[in-house]
Nanobody, 116 residues
């Protein structure tokens, strides 16, 4: 299983970015797909998640600004990030958690930098 994240970059505060994560292998459609982020000097933290049926969950810090979605036909999960803030600056990682959730898989991360 491989996860390939893309879409990061440098954006001004208030701007938008869309991250994508393509998953190889057959686990995508059954997996909970998550986005995490890690800022310099901080622990990795949960950002958003989406289950196979489309139900979503968000960290309080991004609710109303970020939207997670998935396209099972393309084995791809997205993170639309709007109204970006400097504190959103981090490396963003996608994560796949297939049942029975005894093992998860991580992408390589994509850098998001928000300038003030």
């Amino acid at each position: 299983v491989q996860l390939q994240a893309s879409g990061g970059g440098l954006v001004q505060a208030g701007g938008s970015l869309r991250l994508s994560c393509v998953v190889s292998g057959s686990i995508f459609s059954i997996s909970v797909m998550n986005w995490y982020r890690q800022a310099p000097g901080k622990q990795r933290e949960f950002v958003a998640g989406i289950i196979s049926t489309g139900s979503t969950n968000y960290a309080d810090s991004v609710k109303g600004r970020f939207t997670v979605s998935r396209d099972n036909a393309k084995n791809t999960v997205y993170l639309q990030m709007n109204s970006l803030k400097p504190e959103d600056t981090a490396v963003y990682y996608c994560n796949a958690a297939p049942p029975p959730f005894s093992e998860t898989y991580w992408g390589q991360g994509t850098q998001v930098t928000v300038s003030s």
